[in-house]
């Protein structure tokens, strides 16, 4: 979005040899896992806070990632946590698809 398209970020990226690569305006669809995640962040985590400085706003926002990450459980995860499910197995079976396996 237009908060991403700053002279700053601009230099940033050129001189740290970054490409930029931004999202068709008005088209979340492009992207629509971190548009709801972008969404979810600004719900539950930015509209809730009045910020001191950068890093009170850090602070916040690294409280609120452990949380998301380490306590909440995911519908799409199996209702485990991003840290569950990523130290879990890639896939596990069903017990039901086990049962008819024929050796």
Known sequence: GTEFTSTALDHWAYWNKVALNFSRPG???DNPHIAALNSLVRREC???HWFIDLKD???VL???RLDYN???PHGSLRHST???YGAGPLFTPCPERLRNLHP
Request: overall charge neutral; glycine content about 6%.
């Open 62 to 64: 690294d409280r609120w």
């Open 46 to 48: 930015l509209s809730q």
């Open 70 to 72: 380490t306590v909440r």
């Open 27 to 29: 088209t979340p669809g």
């Open 57 to 59: 706003a850090q602070e």
């Open 82 to 84: 991003p840290a569950q």
